[in-house]
């Protein structure tokens, strides 16, 4: 599975999934990319997702991807999830994430 991410000032990072044999310690695409803008970029504020992956139909984000990407963005953020064959399913965040975790709770 791949990801790519837009960031205010247009920045782009992409990631893919990083199997482990242990499977929780693997890393989603999604994550993959929102840790690669922060370390190469230094950016906070994402603006879309993009996911694609090769299956019949279009990946939805993992509930760990949807936290990371709740604490970059706010609830308006679009996700696209698409197939290789060009099948996609569109999202906001608020839709795949309704009652959010933030640190207006900590």
Do not use: W
């Not at 960031?7 to 929780?24: D, K, L, P, R």
């Amino acid at each position: 599975m791949g990801a790519a991410a837009y960031f205010e000032g247009g920045q782009i990072a992409s990631g893919c999934n990083v199997e482990n044999a242990t499977y929780g310690l693997s890393v989603c695409a999604e994550r993959h990319a929102v840790g690669c803008a922060i370390a190469q970029f230094g950016v906070r504020r994402l603006l879309a997702m993009a996911i694609i992956a090769d299956g019949a139909v279009p990946p939805p984000p993992c509930g760990a991807c949807r936290q990371v990407m709740a604490e970059f963005a706010g609830g308006e953020l679009p996700v696209r999830c698409r197939t290789l064959r060009g099948r996609e399913k569109r999202f906001t965040l608020r839709q795949l994430l309704p009652h959010a975790f933030s640190n207006a709770f900590l």
